[in-house]
């Protein structure tokens, strides 16, 4: 009996050394699988970027070698263009006193047409009644107002944009009357919100009057209440987006916000940075101009439509920019991550719920600010920016799946060197190609897109105008050729707001879209676990 027990046990023990011998030979070969797997992965994943590293390289180096076995032929037709250029000049010099000549990229934006204007457009919301003339003299002190030396401090403000012989320039205005330019609105008084975008939307689709500097301020009473909006249409050619929000908060608020305008609208990149981007686009730039004429059109059912010019305009409740920031810091990405990745869920729930296909993206055409510091106090009204192609994909249905595709298109933006390239070659195009020729590139480029995406940011303490506080501002960027839509988001005494202007043509309805939009903030915030995520409702 002794000896049969002690035979079972050693039995039961040689089964069980077997057994965990077998496990763990089984556990090894597993451990060696995966990880010969994951090596593999890991070297395919190499391999496919050296091949892409590689392929570009390629591209690029037979670009830059056929531009330069081009340039003998295109030097003579370069030098022939820029004579009859200092030609002109000097025919303009001898006949137009006191005309000075516009830079490039102001003088592009004075390409546009009747149908559609290149007029940017902002609303400042105020607590009170504004007096007409009260606010006339204000203006005029501040817009027309003059240097020491007796010279305009702003002289687009008070210049006439004319073209002489296929040449833009700026004329004094010699009979500049403030009344022409701040009127009280006449028309019935809108008591809510939704009247006031229609009376917004009546003023926007007026063309400017030839002959009198592009700039105009209308006053709109509330119909019983005591508030007012005051609609500024600036022509974009006078300046971008960030040089009139940095002049029209220094010059019509009471406060001193000099050093908030500094950081906020700080240069994009450092020098440093600039020329080592500036010897990569050397390289580059002949390749990324070819990419771009050979890039297809956006096609889907808000664009291509021919425009009729009445423009819509709508813009969203006040969102709370820590509500915004909470989101960014969840999902650690940035604050442009998190509303742009949502304006593309908003567009494919509208594309889903209003039209027969849903397209892949929807491209937005991003102007991106390429300033250099400036010294203190200096506010020029120019046009310092450039445009970087953005598509919005709207492949993705989870609104988490579609942030994590927007932070890896937006970080992959910004590590290439395309503002700059895109840049240089506007620049190059305005100032060096004959007119009809460089509008045409400009057209065709705006064929691309399907809309203009602006994101300013703007100052986060309550501002005043004249002594009248501000209780909310807004803008809406222009377009060009058959681009129909223009998005802003600006934000402001920490709230954030979306404005939307559309062709009528394109879309009846603006508030649908911007709807969709808060919707789509409060569900990513709710997604994503944001204390106190409020559902929108629509």
Not at 141 to 159: E, I, Q, T, W
Request: one cysteine or more.
């Amino acid at each position: 009996m002794e000896v049969t027990q002690l035979d079972q046990v050693e039995w039961r023990i040689y089964v069980s050394y077997s057994v965990s011998i077998i496990l763990l030979i089984a556990m090894c070969r597993m451990f060696l699988r995966k990880n010969v797997l994951r090596t593999m992965s890991a070297a395919s994943r190499i391999a496919a970027l050296y091949t892409r590293i590689l392929r570009q390289c390629i591209w690029h180096t037979f670009a830059f070698s056929l531009v330069i076995l081009l340039l003998p032929l295109l030097l003579p037709v370069f030098l022939v263009v820029k004579l009859y250029q200092i030609t002109i000049e000097t025919n303009i010099k001898s006949t137009s006193k006191g005309a000075s000549f516009m830079q490039p990229l102001d003088a592009m934006w004075f390409q546009d047409t009747e149908v559609n204007p290149a007029v940017i457009c902002g609303i400042f919301c105020l607590n009170g009644h504004v007096n007409l003339q009260t606010m006339q003299q204000f203006i005029e002190s501040r817009f027309a107002a003059k240097n020491d030396d007796g010279s305009y401090r702003y002289p687009k403000l008070v210049s006439i944009p004319r073209k002489i012989w296929s040449r833009m320039i700026w004329l004094p205005s010699t009979s500049f009357d403030i009344k022409d330019h701040v009127k009280m609105y006449d028309g019935e008084l809108p008591s809510n919100k939704i009247e006031i975008e229609a009376v917004l939307s009546k003023l926007s689709s007026i063309l400017m009057p030839a002959g009198q500097p592009a700039w105009q301020m209308h006053c709109i009473q509330m119909k019983g209440q005591q508030k007012s909006v005051c609609l500024i249409r600036v022509h974009h050619g006078i300046g971008d987006g960030v040089s009139l929000t940095r002049m029209l908060i220094n010059e019509m608020t009471d406060q001193d916000l000099s050093e908030a305008l500094k950081a906020v609208h700080k240069p994009t990149v450092s020098h440093s940075q600039m020329a080592c981007i500036m010897l990569s686009c050397v390289f580059r730039w002949p390749a990324e101009v070819i990419r771009l004429l050979m890039m297809t059109n956006d096609t889907h059912a808000l664009c291509g439509q021919n425009l009729s010019g009445t423009k819509l305009m709508a813009w969203s409740d006040a969102m709370e920019l820590s509500l915004i920031k909470d989101m960014k810091n969840k999902a650690k990405c940035t604050i442009n991550d998190i509303l742009m990745s949502c304006l593309a869920q908003a567009f494919q729930i509208y594309f889903q719920r209003h039209t027969s296909h849903v397209p892949p993206h929807v491209i937005a055409s991003v102007p991106v600010n390429v300033r250099q510091p400036a010294p203190e106090n200096c506010y020029v009204l120019d046009n310092q920016f450039t445009l970087v192609l953005f598509p919005l994909k709207l492949k993705h249905t989870e609104r988490l799946s579609t942030l994590a595709e927007t932070v890896s298109q937006m970080r992959s933006i910004k590590k290439s060197p395309e503002a700059l390239l895109n840049h240089w070659t506007m620049s190059f195009v305005q100032k060096r190609m004959p007119t009809a020729l460089a509008r045409f590139i400009f057209d065709d480029n705006a064929r691309k897109c399907s809309m203009v995406l602006s994101n300013v940011p703007g100052p986060q303490s309550p501002l005043t105008i004249n002594h009248q506080p501000v209780e909310d501002a807004l803008f809406w960027p222009p377009c060009r050729n058959k681009i129909g839509m223009g998005i802003s988001l600006l934000s402001y005494n920490n709230k954030v707001n979306m404005g939307f202007m559309v062709d009528e043509s394109i879309m009846s309805n603006p508030r649908v879209l911007v709807e969709l939009f808060q919707q789509e903030v409060y569900g990513l915030a709710k997604e994503l676990g944001v204390p106190n995520a409020v559902e929108s409702v629509m």
